[in-house]
């Protein structure tokens, strides 16, 4: 008899322990599944798989209707022209086209029809609803060095181009570099000099550092009867608020960066893109 009931306590101890497992496992299942429930976007959500829209890419209307008017003038951008030897020596290669392809560049521009404009055109254009050729390209040139006047200026000459220079005026008369007497002589015959701070600075600085060196260089340009239309390109390219507000202040009419593009906008004067020219047939940059 005790051997029986010794057996039934183990039958039930055993049932006990069994039903005491399934209750608390389903338990504990349920407790597991509340916290995922309760804290979804840690589990689900992951910024790999976060959308960004891509920036949309206007339309010639819809930038004429946004900032215009608007026109397409392929403002060309170059730094130095010198000979592959010389270039190489001087570590400027990567700036640099060299004489004879310039001049197959500026040929290329006559044989195709392209119509040579200078700041004063695209400002008539912008303010006094002036008309700009269908085929019209404007050249630019960084930095005014010393080649622009021994190797660009008679080519241009050739061809009865006029360009635009942009001057760090604070450069001027150092090597490498125009003289005075160089920007003086060349401003009588179809280039034009516009602002580039005074040391070459960008326009990353505070309102009062852009101003002392745009304010300056300003100054000096008109001292030597320069830039009368105020015209300016940021050095390295890149437009800043606080430039952008000195330029406007100062009465500036158009400032040109390094981004690509071909429509200028009156709306965007302060920010003008260019096609930065390197070697090669003009075909191969969209001409």
Not at 9 to 27: A, E, P, S
Not at 109 to 128: A, H, M, R, T
Not at 165 to 182: A, C, H, I, M, R
Not at 208 to 221: G, M, P, R, S, V
Request: hydrophobic letters at 35%; aromatic letters at 10%; a positive charge.
């Amino acid at each position: 008899m005790k051997k029986i009931i010794l057996i039934l306590i183990i039958i039930l101890g055993i049932g006990v322990w069994g039903w005491r497992k399934i209750f608390f496992k389903k338990t504990e299942n349920k407790t597991a599944n509340e916290t995922v429930r309760l804290e979804p976007t840690r589990i689900l959500v992951s910024p790999t798989v976060t959308v960004i829209p891509t920036k949309k890419l206007l339309s010639f209307e819809e930038m004429n209707k946004i900032s215009g008017p608007c026109a397409v003038v392929k403002v060309m951008m170059y730094h130095h022209v010198e000979e592959d030897g010389e270039a190489n020596k001087k570590n400027i290669t990567k700036l640099a086209v060299d004489p004879e392809t310039f001049k197959k560049q500026m040929q290329y521009l006559k044989d195709n029809g392209y119509s040579i404009v200078g700041p004063e055109e695209i400002i008539n254009f912008f303010d006094n609803a002036g008309q700009l050729p269908k085929r019209a390209v404007m050249i630019t040139f960084d930095d005014a060095y010393e080649d622009n006047y021994r190797l660009v200026w008679p080519i241009l000459k050739e061809f009865g181009y006029k360009a635009t220079v942009f001057v760090p005026t604070g450069l001027v008369n150092n090597e490498n570099y125009l003289s005075w007497q160089n920007i003086s002589q060349m401003n009588g015959a179809g280039i034009y000099f516009g602002n580039h701070t005074w040391s070459h600075k960008g326009s990353n600085g505070t309102v009062e550092a852009q101003k002392k060196e745009i304010e300056l260089a300003d100054q000096q340009l008109a001292e030597k009867g320069q830039n009368q239309l105020k015209i300016f390109a940021y050095p390295y390219g890149t437009p800043s608020n606080n430039a952008e507000k000195v330029l406007s202040d100062l009465g500036y009419k158009m400032a040109f960066t390094t981004n690509y593009g071909t429509v200028l906008c009156r709306g965007k004067r302060l920010e003008m893109p260019r096609v930065r020219i390197e070697k090669g047939s003009l075909k191969s940059y969209g001409f």
